[in-house]
């Protein structure tokens, strides 16, 4: 077991599958020479040559036509967007291609790529280097939403991503890069099954909390506290993949606490909390005691200043405040 920071264990993640596998190969903007501006490509074009970690030029769309192209013809490509702001300009590609070639040519065709997508705030990057956008792909058919939360899922769910034999999107927060770590098993087989089950970080009998991100972070801070100051205990849900949802890890816990918040760094209007909240109220409606809480940014840009940023993207004492207003309702 080896102790890394969570951009360490993505690093680890790509040069385990760049050695297992010929195919594999990492392309981006600054991804080569310079090893990723949030250094998790470092020293891979040193190892594994120009041909296997290629600088590309600044065009989002094709960087990700050719990534797709390649992935068609027997490829595993590992495209890193520098921002997932910047995936704009690489959607049609994405949505319209990746997503849809396997349904289109009746499963003749398969897809493996990767879109590695570092997101959210917390670094002071400000409105166009800052949001997370995962509910746009969560809504699109053909796509694998991954968001891992630590580390050690970091490097467990890349490789298994890049195992695939369908697109996935691999949403990778920014924040977390240089501020997490944990025990990564680098002897882990490189033959891994992609898993979509989400996992119970936290036991607790009063209110389930979903959750994913860079959240689950926060949300385990907030329970913590609410448990040594109010006895309240928070049962946390991290989904770890937005598509496919483990729905059952969810009811399970419902059925369990009957409460649920669903917290999360996307914009709350309209993101994929409210389906959380709305499959929740269709199929569990029976096991709630409470309202469904919903806990998310505010329908804003995401400011550079600190103090503005925290009005913008849900804060530990944002979290405190509802989560406890829903243990005692």
């Known amino acids: 077991m080896t102790e890394l920071k969570y951009a360490e264990a993505v690093r680890a993640a790509l040069r385990a599958e760049l050695a297992a596998d010929e195919r594999v190969v990492v392309l981006g903007q600054e991804v080569g ?181 860079r959240m689950v972070q926060r949300v385990a801070e907030v329970a913590r506290d609410l448990h040594e100051s109010d006895g309240i205990d928070c049962e946390i849900i991290d989904l770890r993949y937005l598509w496919p949802l483990d729905t059952g890890a969810v009811a399970r816990s419902v059925a369990s606490t009957s409460k649920l918040a669903v917290v999360h760094e996307a914009v709350q209007t309209f993101g994929w909390g409210a389906e959380i909240a709305s499959w929740v109220a269709e199929y569990c409606l029976a096991d709630l005691d409470g309202p469904i809480v919903r806990i998310g940014s505010q329908r804003a840009p995401v400011p550079f200043a600190e103090v503005l940023e925290n009005a913008v993207i849900p804060t530990e004492a944002l979290i405190k405040e509802k989560l406890r207003e829903l243990a005692t309702y």
């Open 33 to 213: 020479a310079l090893g990723g501006v949030f250094t998790t490509t470092k020293g891979l074009q040193r190892e594994f040559g120009s041909e296997r970690v290629l600088d590309t030029p600044i065009s989002e769309g094709a960087i990700a036509g050719w990534a797709v192209g390649a992935a068609m013809v027997g490829m595993r490509p590992v495209v890193e967007i520098m921002f997932m702001d910047f995936v704009m300009l690489a959607m049609d590609q994405i949505v319209n291609g990746a997503a849809k070639l396997r349904y289109m040519s009746n499963g003749q065709l398969s897809v493996p790529v990767v879109f590695r997508m570092p997101a959210g705030g917390g670094t002071r990057h400000g409105p166009q280097h800052s949001q997370q956008l995962e509910s746009w792909f969560a809504h699109v058919p053909g796509l694998i939403v991954a968001m891992p939360s630590c580390a050690a899922d970091a490097y467990t769910m890349l490789r298994q991503a890049i195992r695939s034999d369908d697109p996935v999107v691999f949403v990778e927060s920014k924040y977390l890069y240089f501020r997490e770590s944990g025990e990564i098993d680098e002897s882990v087989s490189p033959d891994l099954p992609l898993t979509q089950t989400a996992r119970v970080v936290r036991e607790g009998t009063d209110l389930t909390v979903v959750t994913a991100g």
